[in-house]
Nanobody, 126 residues
Framework: QDRLVESGGGSVQAGGSLRLSCVVS??????????VGWFRQAPGKEREGVARIYNSGDLTTYADSVKGRFTISQDEQKNTVYLHMNSLKPEDTGMYYC?????????????????WGQGTQVAVSS
């Protein structure tokens, strides 16, 4: 069964750090031919793309709001993608979702991401 499982969320004070993990299990596609992205949804707001990665990490993209603070990486042996979040701000609070698409997915349009996880909650207090 195809699935993405997120973990690592929690509560942290502003300025703190968290590392989110996403284990990717999609049988129909070779792992290194998938784009994997992180999205988030704050209360009362639409879901937005945060970061994405493809091709063994050669291609990465970040939302402007997280550049310089978040880093996306992957461990191909573990089929796991990480989101390292530093200097967290209260506005980073939300449900964080992992998603996967085939090939290099060039933007964060949700229709291009075929597989989704259930999310992990991040809460940043001031």
């Amino acid at each position: 069964q195809d699935r993405l499982v997120e973990s690592g969320g929690g509560s942290v004070q502003a300025g703190g750090s968290l590392r989110l993990s996403c284990v990717v299990s999609i049988s129909r596609y070779t792992y290194n031919l998938l784009s994997v992205g992180w999205f988030r949804q704050a209360p009362g707001k639409e879901r937005e793309g945060v970061a994405r990665i493809y091709n063994s990490g050669d291609l990465t993209t970040y939302a402007d709001s997280v550049k310089g603070r978040f880093t996306i990486s992957q461990d191909e042996q573990k089929n796991t993608v990480y989101l390292h979040m530093n200097s967290l701000k209260p506005e980073d609070t939300g449900m964080y979702y992992c998603a996967a698409g085939t090939g290099w997915v060039r933007d964060f349009a949700e229709s291009k991401w075929r597989f989704w996880g259930q999310g992990t909650q991040v809460a940043v207090s001031s």
